[in-house]
């Protein structure tokens, strides 16, 4: 199930968020979903759609995969049910940076992006088991080799984890307040030195946070 500190603290940011930003929380997390659906490189759909072979991705309405991820699941042998990789951040807010997620946690943790299990592979999985793959992100690798699933790590970062004054993560760091962003922000993240897959993405939820701030 999803972390119980997750429910308790939501409602308070859409709360507060309503009352610092000119846009309500939930047109501002619709738009950003929309503009982050232009750069995944995987289809969206539901677990029940997907083929037995077909890898399950799961992510937060707001982060994003690396191109070349599709074509390196690809290649994965068929023998193999789970594989992670480490994630990015980018931090908005405060001071604005982009990071190895591992810098900031103190160790390789994949992230709500971080990880993929075959469809055939999941739909063996009791339920309790299913909802910690799903949920519990930082631990998944633990959990599929715990449920006898034979995993593979890539070494390379695979997804970013897009830390936006919308984000519940945003919120805790920042004292359980909505920090509130300006264009000096903005500009900062835009200067950093990104990957091109990383750039593209920041470059289309700048234009947002700008019509906003």
Request: charged share 20%; with cysteine.
């Amino acid at each position: 199930m999803r972390e119980a500190w997750y429910d308790r603290h939501i409602a308070q940011l859409i709360e507060e968020w309503n009352e610092v930003y000119p846009i309500d929380y939930a047109s501002f997390r619709t738009e950003l979903w929309r503009a982050v659906q232009t750069i995944e490189p995987f289809a969206y759909g539901s677990i029940d759609q997907a083929a037995d072979e077909d890898w399950l991705l799961f992510i937060d309405d707001d982060d994003w995969h690396a191109p070349w991820l599709v074509r390196a699941l690809q290649k994965v042998p068929a023998l193999i049910d789970f594989v992670w990789w480490p994630s990015v951040v980018i931090r908005w807010y405060g001071e604005p940076h982009f990071e190895p997620r591992w810098l900031y946690h103190g160790r390789i943790a994949p992230g709500s992006a971080g990880y993929a299990v075959r469809a055939n592979a999941f739909h063996r999985l009791d339920a309790p088991t299913q909802e910690k793959i799903v949920y519990s992100h930082h631990s998944t690798p633990q959990v599929a080799e715990e449920a006898g699933l034979r995993v593979l790590y890539f070494g390379t970062p695979g997804a970013v984890q897009n830390l936006t004054p919308v984000s519940i993560t945003a919120f805790i760091e920042s004292n359980y307040r909505v920090p509130r962003l300006t264009k000096a922000h903005i500009l900062a993240v835009l200067s950093l030195r990104l990957p091109e897959w990383i750039a593209i993405g920041c470059n289309r939820v700048a234009a947002i946070l700008r019509r906003h701030v």
